[in-house]
């Protein structure tokens, strides 16, 4: 992964960890393109339970509103 590519998932990082709340560790984000799209998959962990969440549109931009979303409705 080159240097712009680390700072670009360290800013997505930064805008999705605040819905993760408080005490919810940071495990990976990662990001897999293809022809399709963009999938955004972020694992993170409140203690001992460990959750992924994941999202996926046809850019980078919509795979990040989708991953907001997808954090929102899985830690309910």
């Not at 990976?28 to 339970?49: F, K, N, Q, T």
Request: aromatic letters at 2%; charged letters at 30%.
């Amino acid at each position: 992964m080159v240097e712009a590519d680390a700072r670009f998932l360290e800013a997505l990082l930064s805008d999705v960890e605040p819905l993760l709340g408080p005490g919810v560790v940071v495990e990976a984000l990662d990001r897999d393109d293809s022809a399709e799209g963009c999938v955004l998959r972020l694992r993170y962990r409140l203690g001992s339970v460990e959750a992924t969440s994941e999202g996926e549109g046809e850019t980078v931009v919509a795979a990040h509103a989708a991953l907001r979303e997808a954090v929102v409705l899985d830690r309910i």
